[in-house]
């Protein structure tokens, strides 16, 4: 961390919508606890002017988080992308290389450790049957996260028949079995097997056509990725049948906590500097 910590560096989030990001005031207490002089802002950005924002980037950048609809659009734009970015097609977080007097993109997706961290931090370790809503980028973290907690059989229920294709491709390359169901007029989505977590990738105050019986709600946990505003309906339903909920913002904060180390320390592998103490400031700084 020493060769970088004492420059002034820019980081921002960027998305369309934005306005309602949490993403500053996370990183923000995180650099804080570790003594940087960092800046970390909001910028609306749609697609269309993603590459230009990109290229106006100098060597006082750091790095950038993106939000949907970007983390897609920004794959074709990388020197390099992680594994776990390539496998789920979307990258959520740009870290600026300097090679040879150029800056080189490098990108990776935290989402999928932000999804297992928040089932683990709820003391769910391992999953076998599991119901995603949206067939998303997001959807797709989803997906990778339960393979990596023993999901061996997933339902996405989502109205896109081609995401739905892509994700049923996906579960191959994980060997996972994924069965697909398009909804157009049946708002019905229980089986005959409850699932051991159901979970949302829709935005949280959307109207949607997804019912779950009381038994379900009752008996799988449900992740909602969203988190403004909370709870979601979907969320609301499962807190008044007396289940289990895990919020978005578990996501949002250990997603956040990868980016970090790979801001600060070039890779998500290395652990931060007191990174307990950064952890709850994080969560302190959203309310949590």
């Given at each position: 961390m020493g060769a970088i910590s004492s420059m002034v560096t820019n980081l921002a989030?960027?998305?369309?919508?934005?306005?309602?990001?949490?993403?500053?005031?996370?990183?923000?207490?995180?650099?804080?606890?570790?003594?940087?002089?960092?800046?970390?802002?909001?910028?609306?950005?749609?697609?269309?002017?993603?590459?230009?924002?990109?290229?106006?980037?100098?060597?006082?950048?750091?790095?950038?988080?993106?939000?949907?609809?970007?983390?897609?659009?920004?794959?074709?734009?990388?020197?390099?992308?992680?594994?776990?970015?390539?496998?789920?097609?979307?990258?959520n977080t740009v870290l600026f290389r300097e090679d040879g007097g150029g800056l080189t993109l490098h990108g990776f997706n935290t989402d999928v450790f932000g999804i297992v961290e928040a089932f683990r931090h709820a003391g769910v370790a391992r999953l076998s049957t599991v119901r995603i809503l949206g067939a998303g980028a997001t959807a797709a973290s989803a997906l990778i996260a339960v393979a990596q907690l023993g999901a061996a059989r997933v339902l996405v229920s989502a109205r896109s028949e081609i995401k739905l294709v892509a994700l049923v491709e996906l579960g191959r390359q994980l060997e996972v079995d994924v069965h697909a169901a398009r909804l157009d007029s049946d708002n019905s989505v229980n089986s005959d097997i409850v699932p051991d977590a159901v979970i949302s990738t829709l935005p949280g105050g959307a109207d949607h056509p997804?019912?779950?019986?009381?038994?379900?709600?009752?008996?799988?946990?449900?992740?909602?990725?969203?988190?403004?505003?909370?709870?979601?309906?979907?969320?609301?339903?499962?807190?008044?049948?007396?289940?289990?909920?895990?919020?978005?913002?578990?996501m949002l904060v250990n997603q956040a906590l990868m980016q970090v180390r790979i801001f600060v320390e070039g890779s998500a592998d290395r652990i931060l500097p007191r990174e307990a103490a950064v952890l709850a400031a994080m969560r302190e700084s959203v309310g949590i």
């Open positions: 989030v960027l998305g369309s919508p934005i306005a309602h990001s949490k993403s500053p005031a996370l990183h923000r207490a995180a650099y804080r606890v570790l003594g940087l002089d960092w800046h970390y802002d909001a910028f609306e950005v749609a697609p269309a002017g993603l590459e230009d924002f990109i290229r106006s980037c100098g060597n006082q950048w750091r790095g950038l988080s993106l939000t949907m609809p970007l983390k897609q659009d920004v794959m074709p734009l990388l020197d390099f992308a992680d594994p776990v970015a390539v496998l789920s097609g979307g990258a997804y019912r779950f019986d009381a038994s379900t709600r009752a008996c799988s946990v449900l992740f909602d990725v969203a988190y403004d505003p909370w709870p979601s309906p979907l969320a609301a339903s499962w807190l008044e049948s007396g289940g289990r909920v895990i919020p978005g913002i578990e």
